[in-house]
């Protein structure tokens, strides 16, 4: 069964950049859709941005413009850049798959703490 585990949190500085990354530990060519979600401390769990097909994407609101998906089948991995980044997108964020007859898997997450 195919894992997922999130990297690349950090701290930073607001208008800085981060890139998150998520690793499968299997092919995820055949895997339509994946995403980042977020949780900031005390809140519940948001969807961030989300990449269908390999190719129609959607974000929130509150980072569109800011951040991108991309993924790259041949190293089985999942991007998030963040860019111009704001201490209200400080939050866990964590990597999501919908896999045809298995179900939805989660990575562990990845810290994202942006200071003022």
């Known amino acids: 069964q195919v894992q997922f585990v999130e990297s690349g949190g950090g701290l930073v500085q607001a208008g800085g950049s981060l890139r998150l990354s998520c690793a499968a530990s299997?092919?995820?060519?055949?895997?339509?859709?994946m995403g980042w979600y977020r949780q900031p401390a005390g809140k519940s769990r948001e969807l961030v941005a989300q990449?269908?097909?390999?190719?129609?994407?959607n974000y929130a609101d509150s980072v569109q413009g800011r951040f991108t998906i991309s993924r790259d089948n041949a190293r089985n991995t999942m991007y998030l850049q963040m860019n111009s980044l704001k201490p209200e997108d400080t939050a866990v964020y964590y990597c999501?798959?919908?896999?045809?007859?298995?179900?939805?898997?989660w990575g562990r997450g990845t810290q994202v703490t942006v200071s003022s």
């Open positions: 299997g092919s995820i060519f055949n895997i339509d859709v």
């Open positions: 990449m269908r097909w390999g190719r129609a994407t």
């Open positions: 999501n798959a919908v896999i045809q007859g298995v179900g939805v898997r």
